[in-house]
Every structure is written in C-alpha cells, then in structure tokens.
C-alpha cells in the first residue's frame, strides 16, 4: 500500500517537475524573441497532443473487440471433416464489455498536464 502511494506521489512530482521546465523553457524563448503567439499555439498543440494520448491510452484499455473472431485458415483435414468453429462464450465476453472504465495515474496525468497547458496557452494569448 505504502509503495502505490510512493509511486502517485512520484507521478504527480514528475508531472509538476514537467510542467514547470515547459514554462521555464517558454520564458527562456519569450526572452530570446519568440512571439507570445508562437509559444501560445506550441502550449496548446502539445496540451492536445497529451490530451489525444491519455484518451488513446484510456480506450486501449477499454475492450472495445471483444467478441471478434480471429480467423485463422482451417487445415485440410479440419476442412475434409466439416466440423463448425467452436461457439464464444458470450457470458465472458459480455462481463469484459460491461467492466467499469479504470482510470490508471498515467492517462489521469495525462489529461491534467494537457489541460493545464491548454489553459496556459490561452492565458498567454490574453
């Protein structure tokens, strides 16, 4: 138990760590001559781009196949003795289908770090 609330607490401090040098680094280039604009549209597309991951990441884990057969090609003897594809178990896969959608501390990152650079960009160009 100690140890998973190690390992959020490592997430959350890699995440604020991260957070902190992406504004360092656009003030450091606000500094050199960047355009408030330029940093605004860079905050913004890699917040989306965090965003787009952690949904990619959440769906991943979603068990949207399910159910789908994987064809596989029958051997001749399997084709010679006409014997049908075994049936699913359908009452397995709709207990995979109806789990509850687990948020994991990486896409929860994820999606925060996205927003909060979202947020930013829009700030910048206030």
Same mark, same amino acid.
């Given at each position: +138990?100690?140890?998973? +609330?190690? $390992?959020? %607490?490592? !997430?959350a401090?890699?995440s604020? /760590?991260? !957070?902190? @040098?992406a504004i ?10 960047v *355009?408030?604009?330029? !940093? *605004?549209?860079v ?9 787009v991951v952690?949904?990619?990441? $959440?769906?991943? %884990? =979603? %068990? ?10 029958? #051997?001749? &003897?399997?084709?010679? =003795?006409?014997?049908?594809?075994? &049936?699913?178990? #359908? *009452?397995?896969?709709? /207990? &995979?289908k109806?789990?509850? !959608?687990?948020l994991?501390d ?7 770090d996205?927003?909060v650079?979202?947020? @930013? ?6």
């Amino acid at each position: +138990m100690e140890t998973r +609330m190690k $390992q959020k %607490h490592r !997430l959350a401090l890699g995440s604020t /760590i991260g !957070l902190l @040098i992406a504004i360092l680094v656009g003030v450091i280039l606000w500094l050199l001559g960047v *355009s408030l604009t330029k !940093l *605004s549209d860079v905050y913004f597309m890699i917040g989306l781009a965090l965003i787009v991951v952690g949904v990619v990441m $959440q769906l991943s %884990h =979603a %068990h949207l196949f399910a159910g789908f057969r994987r064809r596989r090609k029958k #051997t001749y &003897k399997e084709k010679a =003795a006409g014997t049908p594809d075994p &049936k699913m178990d #359908t *009452s397995n896969i709709a /207990i &995979k289908k109806n789990e509850p !959608l687990r948020l994991s501390d990486w896409n929860r990152w994820l999606w925060i770090d996205g927003a909060v650079l979202i947020v @930013i960009a829009v700030v910048i160009t206030l």
